[in-house]
């Protein structure tokens, strides 16, 4: 039974950083690409980053480039978000997926398993 489960969010003034973590279980997680998406409430979910199965190649959000830094430790089956700068807007439930796909998957139907989300809020 595959399972992506999300810690480290939590309430934090804008401008200020968080770490997001997501562990990974049953499946082979070197063989996966790891997507972050988040969704704010009344939005619709949008992706944030995503990471390649060897960590080599990473890809953002216009949103959250140059702020937001996704890294993954395969010998601990552990993808990470690192969120810098934080605004207000950032506020939503942060969710890791995990896809085969190699080729920049940006929309959620290209994924095959999902975390539970971890809630994020910046205030002003």
């Known amino acids: 039974q595959v399972q992506l489960v999300e810690s480290g969010g939590g309430l934090v003034q804008a401008g200020g950083s968080l770490r997001l973590s997501c562990a990974a279980s049953?499946?082979?997680?070197?063989?996966?690409?790891m997507g972050w998406f988040r969704q704010a409430p009344g939005k619709e979910r949008e992706f944030v980053t995503v990471?390649?199965?060897?960590?080599?190649?990473?890809y953002y959000a216009d949103s959250v480039k140059g702020r937001f830094t996704v890294s993954r430790a395969n010998a601990k089956n552990t993808v990470y978000l690192q969120m810098n700068s934080l605004k207000p807007e950032d506020t939503a439930v942060y969710y890791c997926?995990?896809?085969?796909?190699?080729?920049?998957?940006?929309?959620?139907?290209?994924?095959?398993?999902w975390g539970q989300g971890t809630q994020v809020t910046v205030s002003s």
């Open positions: 997926a995990a896809t085969k796909l190699m080729s920049r998957p940006v929309r959620g139907g290209q994924y095959d398993y």
């Open positions: 049953g499946l082979t997680f070197s063989r996966y690409a």
């Open positions: 990471i390649s199965w060897s960590g080599d190649s990473t």
